[in-house]
């Protein structure tokens, strides 16, 4: 029987657990920072056992890989290294739905070494995004075409029916993620020219998008996207966009939440006997007795009735209670504050969004290829971005175990041999993209 190390216990694990205990019958040892947290995904099935483990204990993370057969980590992105360390000792493969950060390409060569395979950003967005895309290119080289452009985007969204708060927004993955992505500059190509978007204007031009059968959005850039033109074998002319969707207005508001700092995750504060109102007042230099609203709108240069100031309010940062934690950095009371208010009730669905468009010239004439995908939660299980991250991982990590992959040393999802078979059991899941062709 095999045996999988599943390191966390978060928002999307769950889908990936079930299938292993429930479709492939794997023994799984489930950790969380919170052993109750594990406890309860296992729910007392034959095989699972729920582990609690901090990645500062090392002899247990030890223990944990030597005895797995493929470890698969759910953890923080910035705690990857000491696992992928601990699988080259054991030769264990492991797989991750992160991004490829350098210190893990640096491991490329002594994963080979070992023999094993470090599988990164096969989750949805990386991942589903960039194999549908992987996908299309191939098919579009295979017919001798090239592609002009390539443009990508992914969402996490409440669906229609629960798009009711100001902020058109709830978590269906980690918070803070979401507020350190707000941090993160972008860049993409126009006709292989560098566009650079530093990360204070991350959000300052929005471009719309409407998807054909799902509706209208405002996108803002994803992350450095230049790399791809290596990934998937584009030429250097090529025009590349990754980009985020959001229910338009969400990116007036996060321009309004970064001039007042408060996605700030450096600096800690003390909270204690200090309201939500003298807590803004302190962003923007005001005295906390003052109408703490005005003064924001006025240093924000923005109307108090204007739709910004009223997510703001409505949020509750204006409000003259108590901080409800202690202590902690700027971006923990507005997390604090969004879980609050902005989380999934038990019968409300969310839905994942990942649509990729490419421009292609052929010998004899110019085609827009699309593949669509969209993703419902369901209601009182799992949620939509659940299911669109952990099971790409764990179709994948199931294939390792049966030999189906092949690749060594550190890989993203962009070869055949891994995009196609994960894509196909993916549809044979309900998780599938809706494609389109047409002649320009």
Not at 241 to 266: E, Q
């Amino acid at each position: 029987m095999n045996k999988i190390a599943v390191l966390g216990s978060g928002f999307v694990t769950k889908p990936a657990v079930d299938y292993f205990l429930d479709k492939c019958g794997y023994e799984v040892t489930l950790t969380s920072i919170k052993k109750d947290e594990a406890e309860k995904l296992i729910n007392k099935r034959p095989g699972g056992k729920a582990v609690c483990w901090t990645i500062d204990q090392l002899d247990l993370l030890d223990k944990i890989v030597k005895e797995a057969d493929l470890v698969m980590s759910m953890i923080p992105p910035a705690l990857h290294i000491p696992v992928a360390k601990a699988c080259l000792k054991h030769k264990t493969n492991m797989v991750t739905t992160s991004y490829i950060s350098p210190q893990m390409d640096e491991l490329h060569a002594a994963a080979q070494e070992k023999d094993i395979l470090i599988l990164n950003e096969i989750g949805e967005d990386p991942g589903l995004d960039n194999m549908g895309a992987k996908q299309m290119i191939d098919e579009i080289n295979a017919l001798n075409g090239k592609v002009i452009s390539l443009t990508s985007y992914g969402a996490g969204l409440p669906s229609f029916e629960h798009n009711n708060n100001p902020f058109g927004y709830k978590f269906s993955w980690s918070p803070m993620g979401v507020i350190l992505a707000a941090k993160t500059p972008a860049v993409y190509l126009k006709n292989g020219e560098t566009i650079d978007v530093p990360a204070k204007e991350l959000f300052q031009n929005p471009g719309s998008v409407t998807l054909e059968g799902i509706g209208s959005f405002e996108t803002y850039p994803n992350r450095d996207c230049r790399g791809y033109v290596k990934h998937f074998g584009l030429d250097d002319d090529v025009s590349i966009y990754r980009g985020v969707l959001r229910f338009p207005g969400w990116c007036s508001t996060m321009n309004a939440m970064i001039a007042l700092n408060l996605v700030d995750n450096i600096q800690e504060k003390e909270f204690k006997e200090t309201s939500y109102a003298q807590f803004t007042a302190s962003l923007i230099g005001a005295d906390g007795r003052e109408d703490v609203l005005q003064k924001t709108a006025d240093f924000l240069k923005m109307e108090k009735d204007s739709n910004s100031i009223e997510k703001l309010k409505w949020l509750g940062l204006f409000d003259g209670t108590q901080i409800s934690i202690p202590r902690g950095t700027n971006a923990d009371v507005l997390v604090n504050l969004m879980l609050k208010k902005m989380s999934y009730g038990p019968d409300e669905k969310d839905m994942v969004i990942v649509a990729n468009e490419i421009i292609a010239q052929f010998p004899d004439h110019k085609e827009k290829r699309s593949g669509t995908m969209l993703v419902k939660g369901i209601p009182g299980g799992d949620s939509a971005m659940s299911r669109a991250v952990s099971l790409p991982a764990a179709i994948a990590s199931k294939l390792i175990l049966n030999g189906k992959i092949k690749a060594k040393g550190v890989h993203r999802p962009l070869s055949s041999e891994i995009y196609i078979p994960v894509l196909k059991e993916m549809k044979d899941l309900g998780l599938y993209f809706k494609r389109k062709a047409t002649k320009l």
